[in-house]
C-alpha cells in the first residue's frame, strides 16, 4: 500500500481508534480507582462508626465493661482492617495490630487530628508502623466517660492488585475493541476510498486525452456532486473539444483550397503558418514553419513590405513580380494583426496570383490593337483602289476590272473578319444557340468533306475521308461541328502544297469519338504550337494574309470546342505537316 488516500484514511482511522480507546482506558482506570477509593472510605466510614457505637454501648449484657483493646480486636476481625481507638488527648487505648504501648501519640496524624474536631479525617499515607501504604479513616466517638476517636486502616497494596486487575479488564475490552475496529477498517476503507479512487482514475485518463471518460456513480453526498460536476464538465470539454476542431477543420479547409497564398509570421518573426497555396507560389522548403522570415522569404521586395509593415503596424499593399514558378505577377497584401491589450503583432501575408488577370488584360488590349489594324488594311487598301479609280481618267477597261476585283476581294476579306469576329464574340459571351441533339458524326464529316472538296480542287489538293460503314452517334450541335471541321480543312487546304493530300479519320471509342484532320504541309514550329489557337496569332503573317485567312479560324475551334466540351489538340512536325485531332465525349 503506497500513501494514497486509502493509506492515509487507513492511518487516521485507526489512530483516531487508538487514541480515543488509549482516553477510554484513561478515563475508566481513573474513574474505577476514584470510585473505588471513594466507596472504600465510605465502607470504612461506616464501620468506624459501628465501632464508635461500640464504644459507647462499652458495657456488655452481663454488666463487664468491654476493653477498648478487646474493642479493636473483635471489630477488626469483622472488618478485616486495623482498628485504632485513640482517647481525646492522642493517646492510643486500643489497636488490632500493635499493642497500644508501642504506639506513640497519633493527636497529630490528619486523619485522628480532623476526628478531634468533630470531623471525619481521611487520609492515605505510609504506615512507619506497617511499612506500607494505608488509607486512613478517623471518626469521633463518646460515652458516658470519655471521648476519642476510632481509627480505621486498610493498607493499599491490596487495593493496587485490585486496580491492576480492573486495569487488565479495561485492556483487555480496548484491545478487543481496537482488533474490531482495525477489521471493520478493512470494509469500510476501501468501501470509503472506491468512490476517490474511480475519480482519480477518471480524472488522469481525461489529462491524458480521453475525453468521453465518465464516472458512473451515483450518490448524494460531495463525492456523488463531484463525479456528476466531472461528468458535465467532461461533456463540455468534449462539445467545445468538437466545435473547436470542427472550426479548425473548417478553416484548415478553406485555407488549403482558397487560390490565394496566405503566410502568418509570429511576433518573433517566425513563420508560422503557410497554406500550400502560399508554399508553392513562394517555393518555400519543408521545413519553413518556424524558422525567422528573413531566412524563409527570399523576394527582397516582401522582406522590405514586411519590415515597413512591423514598424508603421500599417497595412502594405503592392504588386511584385515572383520568380519561384516562372514569372508570376502577384499582388502582395501585407496586413499587421493586432491583438488587444498586446504590444507585439503577428504579421499577415496574403497573395493574390495576378498573372492571369494581367495576361488576359495584355490578350484583350492585343485584341483591340490588332482588330485595329486587321481593320484599317482592308478599308485603306478599299479606299485606295477606289480613288484610283475615280481619278483614273480614260478608265483603262483592265485596269477597273482589277481594281474592282481587288476592292472586291478587300471587301470579302473585310467581311468575313468581321463574321468571325461576331461568331468569336457571340462565342465568349456565351450567346450561343446550341441546338443538342444526337447526331451522325461520321455522315456530318462526309458532308463537310465533300462540301470542301471543290475548294481543295481548285487548289489541287485531295481530301480523303474512308467513311465508316456506320453512324457515330454523339449529342452534339451539328453546325458548330461542321464549322470546327470546315475551319480545319480550310486550314489544311490553305496550308498544303499543291498535288498532296489531306487524309481525315474518325475514330470511334466507346466513351469517346476522335476527328482527326492530317495534312502534309509546312508544319508548326514546336514552340508556335501553343499559340496558334490565340485570336490573329499567325505563323506566317504574310502567308496567312495572302491566303485570305484573318488568324481567327483556330480561336473559333477552340471556343466551339469548349462550348461542346470537346477537346482540340495539334500536333506537327516541321516540313513533314500538321494533325489537328478534337476528342468529342459521348
Ligand atoms: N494546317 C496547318 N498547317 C500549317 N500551319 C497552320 C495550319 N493550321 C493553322 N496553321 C497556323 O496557325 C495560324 C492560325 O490559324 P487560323 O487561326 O486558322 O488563322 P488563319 O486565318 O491564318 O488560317 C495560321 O496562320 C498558321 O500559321
Ligand atoms: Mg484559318
Known sequence: MNKSYHYKLFTAFLLTILIFLGLLTALGYYQFKNYYLQSLEARLVKEAYLVADMCWYRTQDNGLVRSYQDICVSAARDASTRVTIINSQGMVWGDSEVSPQQLDNHSTRPEVYAALQGKTGVEIRYSDTLKMDMLYVAVPFSNQESSGVVRMAMPLSDLQTIYDHALMGILMVALGCGCLAFLLSFVLIPYFSRPIREI??????MARGNYN??????????????????????????????????????????????????????????????????VLLLGLEADSIGRNYTETLTAFEILQM?????????????????????DRTVEVN?????YEGETSQDILLVFNDISEMKRLEQVRRDFVANVSHELKTPVATISGFAETLWD????????VAEFSRIIYDEAQRLSTLINELLTLSRLE?????????????NHIIATTVSRMAILAGQKGVSIHYPELPRA???????ESIE??????????IKYSHQGSSIEVKLEDQPDRAIVRVKDHGPGIPVSELPRIFERFYRVDKARSRKTGGTGLGLAIVKHLAEVLKAQVSADSTLGIGSTFSVTFFK
Open 392 to 399: 483614273e481618267e480614260g478608265r483603262n477597261p483592265a485596269n
Open 213 to 278: 471518460r465518465r464516472i458512473s456513480m451515483h450518490s448524494e453526498d460531495e463525492l456523488g456532486i463531484l463525479a456528476a460536476s466531472f461528468n458535465d464538465m467532461g461533456q463540455h470539454i468534449e462539445q467545445n473539444l468538437q466545435q473547436i476542431s470542427e472550426v479548425k477543420d473548417r478553416l484548415e479547409a478553406i485555407l488549403s483550397n482558397t487560390v490565394n497564398g496566405i503566410l502568418l509570421i509570429g511576433r518573433e518573426g517566425r513563420l508560422i503558418y503557410a497554406n500550400p497555396a502560399a
Open 306 to 326: 514586411v519590415d515597413e509593415v512591423r514598424q508603421s503596424r500599417k497595412q502594405n499593399k503592392q504588386s511584385i513580380v515572383l520568380h519561384t514558378r516562372g
Open 483 to 492: 464549322q470546327i471541321i470546315t475551319n480545319l480543312l480550310d486550314n489544311a
Open 334 to 338: 501585407v496586413v499587421p494583426v493586432i
Open 429 to 441: 459571351a456565351d450567346t450561343v444557340n446550341l441546338n443538342l441533339q444526337k447526331i451522325d458524326l
Open 472 to 478: 457515330v452517334e454523339i449529342c452534339s450541335d451539328a
Open 200 to 205: 482519480t482514475s477518471a480524472v488522469q485518463e
